[in-house]
């Protein structure tokens, strides 16, 4: 008989997780409640633009792992990003350095097209714009059920992906009469995540600097990240910018329910004096972006995590390897999908 994997989310982690079980028999189906997939490696499109406005780029891993990955999946629209990553203190002073000369990958088509490439090898089908509410266990395996009321299952396991503080709150909407329910929720409701507001920036002329990127190492900036999205080919068009501002996690709590208006003409101001530059008090066009659970800030305990997992119950994502990274989120993915495999065997 066939054996069903539910997979929630369907962000790098969980199209790993779907990877993983590719070849074996395993029916694997994923959700999302977004209207796409890839999650917070998210592209947008607007006024002829292209832009990355949660993660900027894929690293490669240890052992070129990543690159071997990215070469199966197809270079066609694969785009490796030359000008390098400088750095700017506290005080706003700009300098070289961090660049560790290694791929900065994305795609033409946008920073998805990895999450996109990944799920069609795997052929597993996506319920998109479906957010699972609630769960629960009986003797047939684990049911789904959406915020319509719609319910999925049973699937004899199911893979939680979501940013720990939503996955910990589907496990406190779980119906299951176990001891290890309540372990696994409270290790994960423990994870810590940083906020991070994101705000994009448009420009109806050219910005020449020497790099791509500049990074706030000491965290003491409003502006943690600030990038210029024409470095990525086919994402600008010639003669134009985009700056996409990640601001520090301070500035992101203080400002997060501003209009987008305002807390893009905030971050304008700071970008115009960061970069000298009065022009960029006033773009053309803005956008805007909560990550609410934008990074984790530690991980998961791993003995905790993997507590449910002989009743068919995995968590998979950036938050159990501690590290807010496309590559680690999926690595993780593909090794929690890896152990669904055995769990299934
Ligand atoms: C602003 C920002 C900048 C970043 N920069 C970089 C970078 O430059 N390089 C890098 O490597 N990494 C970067 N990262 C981190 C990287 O994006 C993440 O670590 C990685 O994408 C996490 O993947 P994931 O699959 O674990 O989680 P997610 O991408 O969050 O996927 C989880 C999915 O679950 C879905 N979901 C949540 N709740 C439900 C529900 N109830 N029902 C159904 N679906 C649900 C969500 O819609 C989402 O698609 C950045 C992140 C942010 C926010």
């Known amino acids: 008989m066939t054996r069903t994997v539910a997979v929630v989310g369907a962000g790098v982690a969980g199209v790993g997780v779907a990877d993983a079980l590719r070849e074996t028999d395993a029916a694997v189906t994923l959700f999302d409640k977004g209207r796409g997939i890839s999650g917070r490696a998210a592209t947008r499109r607007k006024h002829g633009c292209r832009y990355d406005h949660g993660a900027n780029y894929i690293k490669p891993g240890e052992d070129a792992w990543v690159d071997d990955l990215l070469d199966e999946l197809g270079t066609d629209g694969l785009a490796d990003i030359e ?200 773009p053309d066009w803005v956008d805007s972006q909560g990550w609410r659970y934008a990074l984790p800030d530690a991980a998961v305990d791993a003995e905790a995590a993997r507590c449910a997992e002989d009743a068919g119950l995995f968590v998979a994502g950036d938050w159990v390897v501690g590290e807010g990274r496309v590559h680690r989120a999926f690595e993780n993915g593909r090794t929690v999908g890896a152990r669904v495999a055995d769990h299934l065997a």
């Open 83 to 282: 000008e390098p990553v400088w750095t700017h203190d506290a005080d706003g002073t700009i300098a070289e350095g961090r660049d560790d000369e290694s791929h900065k990958w994305t795609y033409v088509q946008g920073i998805t097209q990895f999450a996109k490439r990944v799920r069609e090898r795997a052929d597993a089908p996506v319920h998109k714009s479906t957010r699972v509410e609630s769960i629960d266990r009986d003797e047939d395996g684990w049911h789904l059920t959406d915020t319509d009321g719609e319910d999925y299952g049973p699937f004899d396991v199911l893979v939680l992906t979501p940013p720990a503080p939503q996955t910990a709150d589907l496990l406190a909407d779980t119906d299951w009469a176990d001891d290890r329910l309540a372990r696994l929720h409270d290790a994960v409701d423990a994870v810590p995540y940083r906020t991070i507001r994101t705000l994009v920036l448009h420009y109806p002329f050219e910005l020449d600097r020497p790099w791509y990127a500049l990074v706030n190492p000491d965290r003491e900036h409003p502006v943690g990240w600030l990038s210029r999205e024409e470095c990525k080919p086919g994402h600008v068009p010639d003669g134009e910018s985009l700056l996409v501002a990640q601001m520090s996690p301070g500035w992101s709590v203080d400002h997060y329910d501003d209009p987008a208006e305002d807390a893009a003409a905030a971050a304008a101001d700071l970008v115009a004096t960061l970069l000298d530059d009065d022009r960029l008090t006033e």
